[in-house]
């Protein structure tokens, strides 16, 4: 196994230095440009993500980087397979995306340095760079690190309008972080006991099935399952998304809360492929259904807009735990050249796009009506029907209605759950579908009735935020265009590389 | 019994302790304190590796010693920004608790 | 072996106390003490670096900041002091950490003889990176992308601290301000004491690189001495929108990406040191590092702004 740098590894040091460096700058030169250094910040990044892609795709091949020419275990490396590159073009993507409506609801003063613009526009960076980091790490401690990035970036963002609901939900969004990273570095220093390295691909070829290794894992899991507010640790989730502005709850529901499910992916599926669990990948599955069925029938009963968008997240983030039991097929020997591997990462990414979309729309009905009341969005739709319209699509994904990103996803995590005769997954998966129609349509069948009343609204919103939310939620429905089988580009850098999967 | 697999043992008493102190105690101060005897429990746990890794004339593996400090570091400044938290919630509304606590 | 038991069960000891203490104030107090006890446990498991992080950062700087919560806190918690949890929860709790500590403890007894160490190899590229101090070579040299990545974690707390700023006083001056009291014995004890600390702070990273110690410990104690002087009123805590503090603050984290990416073209990699000029370069990182970790430190002690700017 290779460790020194491949070619274009380069790429990945710049993936995380070019974002935290604009952190840098936002804060020296104040207010006034912390907008404006984010929105050059963007397409670079992205450039930066595309061109990784393109390097992974060209040589088919992980890109590698050893920092400091200190190969692991005694130094750090960065590794970018298919997995780890589809994810941050996505986060690239959306965080354009976001950041254009963004400049929307965050107007820089000329003339002094106001707060919420210049902590959003320096926490948005951030929040990107920790992204890189945790999806190019190598090195669990690094990991580690680059958790308490995100999370440090993240929580201030939910307090950002400084009411008393936000501060107690960004504190207690802060206490559930903390209680995941402990476990996590817990399960971390386990590992290093027994292993004496803390490098992804050195501890797959040591790692052995014994108790100090399960007991890491299963720590390492619980702090990771709290990060990602996985059922029964989702308490904290929907007041955090709701309470944040429009922007940072996209960025949060989309884009934050994906990152421990990738690194339990990690796990699994990198450091631990020689012994696969089924048994304990039944345990994620129920929870991931439970959160599927909780999440949904309460996001049923909400009379804010933000809160049932919110609950419907800890909804979908159960979806993507249900790949672990489809995908873990110990008698195949390789897990992940199956369609449930593709449907869960496919899941993960067209939900980032279709939720941005929906939390970004309700931003704008929001700012629009003065309240997200949702009995009282009559009317909405004749006022902004491009806005309602990107709702609905992101909804469309939601359900899983095709053509659109979640229909490809659930369809394969449906096919797999039917091929491999686990078909309770596929019953859940389809009361999640009808669960989410009915708080879908909830939401539409309001916004499109008249209102009985001419409808005052507090402020208009700009066409082109308008434009850029249908953009974001045309992105959730292009990926409906995806083949309906295995992906050979989120191979990429799996041993076994084998595309047939089931038809 | 070596002394690092005493210390070792002792790690092991403190996480559960602290775990017990975030679980039961209502106030969010208190629960940051617990936070933090659970992170010394860890890094103790650690420094315990990190002794029985002692070679070539060194008295301990430095890779876990420098971590560990890293660790303390970051466990300081989420201590910070929690409890800013905290006191701007108490500024807020006046109580110090988080209403329904997790 | 005595004297470890001893010290063992003092530590679990002062642990139960503080979290069992009515009082928050007592509970500081204990954990204060909690502290410097695991500092001298860490003397005993020869790590004089994390000893000396632990009983600065640890136990000085979190007191701190714990002592100074808990007192403008202490009315509301009386209030709430009626809070507690049924006996279900408590038993069900007491259940599960035993079962945790058990576990945890017998992970202890069950770990590997020999035990996997990176000494050796840490040991043997000691010259390469023209450090005495191993452990200041981990965090210098082996993992500096670890060390460069926790400055920026330590600023986004500040970032997300000022945040907390009501609008109004955005910009403004953290914290309450101290009058200098020139008849009081802390404005004496200050006067006297921060001097030497700052000295004493400024020898502890310079001599991390040979002997135990370096930059966060040395950053830590020159935080606790503009603490010092900030409470005793000696100087005010500056405006959070001046340029200079920006600048202090980011240039360690500035300093540390330039030289990394200067790796790039010298060395052949990110965060790469050719061997001639490696002491030179991480000499070079320390200094504006631990700078701004003792102005961010500091500031993240003193919290967002209460004061509006002039």
Redesign the interface.
């Given at each position: 196994m290779p460790n020194s740098a491949t070619a274009g590894g380069f790429l990945l040091v710049l993936a995380i230095v070019l974002p935290v460096c604009g952190v840098l700058l936002s804060l020296v030169l104040g207010g006034r440009h912390a907008e404006r250094i984010a929105l050059i910040l963007m397409p670079a990044g992205l450039a930066i993500a595309l061109a990784i892609a393109g390097a992974v795709w060209s040589t088919h091949n992980v890109l590698q980087y050893s920092v400091g020419n200190w190969s692991p275990p005694l130094g750090v490396a960065f590794r970018a397979d298919g997995l780890s590159t589809a994810m941050m073009v996505t986060t690239a993507v959306l965080i354009c995306g976001i950041g254009l409506f963004a400049r929307g609801q965050f107007p820089s003063p000329q003339q002094s340095e106001l707060r919420a613009p210049l902590v959003f526009w320096t926490l948005m960076p951030a929040v990107w760079g920790a992204l890189n980091a945790v999806f190019i790490g190598g090195d669990l401690f690094n990991l580690y690190v680059a958790l308490e990035l995100l999370t440090f970036a993240a929580v201030p963002l939910v307090s950002l309008d400084g009411r008393a609901e936000t501060l107690a939900a960004a504190l207690r969004y802060l206490l559930f972080a903390l209680f995941g990273s402990i476990l996590y570095l817990l399960g971390a220093v386990l590992l290093y006991g027994a292993y004496g390295t803390l490098d992804i691909v050195l501890l797959s070829g040591h790692i052995q099935a014994e108790p100090i290794a399960w007991a890491a894992i299963s720590l390492m899991t619980t702090g990771l399952l709290a990060k990602a507010a996985l059922y029964p640790f989702h308490l904290w989730l929907p007041p955090a998304h709701a309470g944040a502005p429009a922007p940072a709850s996209a960025i949060l529901s989309g884009l934050v809360v994906k990152a421990p499910f990738f690194l339990v992916i990690r796990l699994w599926f990198d450091i631990m492929p020689r012994m696969p669990q089924p048994a304990a990948a039944q345990v994620l599955g129920i929870l991931g259904a439970a959160a599927i069925l909780v999440g949904s029938v309460v996001a049923l009963r909400q009379v804010r807009l933000k809160l049932l968008i919110a609950y419907s997240t800890v909804a979908q983030i159960g979806y993507l735990f249900l790949m672990f039991p489809l995908a873990i097929k110990p008698e195949m020997g390789h897990p992940w050249n199956t369609t449930a591997w593709t449907g869960g990462v496919l899941q993960a990414i067209s939900h980032a796009f279709a939720k941005a979309a929906m939390f970004m729309s309700a931003g704008l009905i929001a700012e629009a009506l003065g309240h997200d009341r949702i009995a009282e969005l009559s009317g909405i739709g004749r006022a902004l029907p491009i806005t309602v319209f990107a709702f609905a699509l992101g909804g469309v994904s939601l359900m899983g209605l095709p053509p659109s990103g979640g229909f490809v996803a659930k369809a394969m995590l449906l096919t797999a759950a039917v091929a491999e005769g686990q078909w309770w997954w596929a019953v859940v998966v389809l009361v999640g579908g009808l669960l989410a129609g009915g708080y879908v349509f909830l939401v539409l069948a309001r916004a499109l009735a008249d209102s009985n009343e001419p409808l005052t609204l507090f402020a208009t919103v700009s066409r082109r935020r308008q434009a850029v939310v249908v953009a974001v939620a045309l992105c959730a429905v292009l990926l409906g265009f995806v083949p309906l089988h295995p992906s050979e580009f989120l191979q990429i850098g799996r041993p076994g590389i084998a595309v047939g999967g089931i038809r | 019994m070596s002394d690092a697999t005493l210390y070792g043992l002792c790690g092991a008493v403190l996480v559960g302790l602290g775990l017990f102190g975030l679980i039961v105690n209502p106030l969010p101060l208190r629960k940051i304190l617990a936070f933090n005897l659970i992170g010394g429990g860890v890094f103790l746990l650690f420094g315990v590796v990190a002794r029985r890794g002692a070679a070539a004339g060194l008295g301990g593996d430095p890779i876990p010693h420098a971590l560990i400090i890293t660790g303390i570091v970051v466990a300081f400044a989420a201590t910070a920004l929690a409890i800013a938290l905290l006191l701007r919630l108490f500024r807020e509304t006046g109580r110090a608790t988080l209403g329904s606590d997790g | 072996?005595a004297f470890?038991?001893g010290l063992?069960v003092l530590?679990?000891g002062v642990?139960?106390w503080?979290?069992a203490a009515r009082d928050?104030f007592a509970?500081?107090i204990g954990?204060v003490t909690?502290?410097l006890l695991?500092a001298l446990?860490?003397v005993?498991?020869?790590?004089p670096?994390?000893a000396l992080?632990?009983a600065a950062?640890?136990s000085g700087?979190?007191g701190g900041?714990?002592l100074g919560?808990?007192s403008?806190?202490r009315r509301?918690?009386i209030?709430?002091a009626s809070?507690?949890?049924g006996a279900t929860?408590?038993i069900a709790?007491?259940v599960?950490?035993?079962l945790?500590?058990?576990?945890?403890?017998?992970?202890?007894?069950?770990?590997?003889e020999p035990?996997?160490?990176?000494?050796?190899?840490?040991?043997?590229?000691l010259a390469a990176t023209g450090l005495g101090n191993?452990?200041t070579?981990?965090?210098m040299?082996?993992?500096?992308?670890?060390?460069l990545?926790?400055t920026?974690?330590?600023?986004?707390?500040l970032?997300?601290?000022?945040?907390?700023?009501?609008?109004g006083v955005?910009?403004g001056f953290p914290g309450r301000r101290h009058q200098a009291d020139a008849e009081g014995v802390l404005t004496f004890v200050a006067q006297l004491l921060v001097p030497i600390g700052i000295l004493v702070g400024i020898y502890i990273f310079w001599v991390g690189s040979v002997a135990p110690g370096?930059e966060?410990q040395g950053a830590t104690i020159l935080a606790a001495m503009w603490i010092l002087a900030m409470m005793a009123g000696l100087v005010d805590a500056p405006p959070v929108?001046r340029?200079w503090l920006?600048?202090l603050?980011?240039a360690g984290?500035?300093v540390f990406?330039a030289i990394?990416?200067a790796?790039?073209a010298i060395?052949?990699?990110?965060?790469?040191?050719p061997v001639d000029y490696a002491k030179l370069l991480i000499v070079t990182i320390e200094i504006p590092v631990t700078l701004s970790i003792a102005a961010t430190?500091a500031l993240?002690?003193a919290?967002?702004p209460e004061r509006a700017p002039k």
């Open positions: - | - | 072996m470890d038991i063992a530590v679990l642990a139960v503080t979290l928050t509970a500081v954990f909690y502290g695991l446990v860490w005993r498991l020869a790590a670096d994390v992080t632990e950062i640890g700087v979190t900041l714990l919560a808990s403008r806190l509301a918690e209030q709430a809070e507690k949890p929860l408590r709790a007491v599960l950490c035993a945790v500590s058990a576990g945890l403890a017998a992970i202890v007894l069950l770990l590997p035990a996997p160490t990176l000494a050796p190899e840490a040991a043997a590229n191993p452990v070579a981990v965090l040299a082996y993992r500096a992308i670890d060390t990545l926790e920026v974690v330590l600023l986004l707390a970032v997300g601290i000022w945040s907390l700023a009501p609008d955005w910009g370096g966060f929108s340029r920006r600048l603050l980011i984290p500035a990406f990394g990416l790796g790039f060395a052949g990699a990110f965060l790469a040191y430190l993240l002690v919290g967002p």
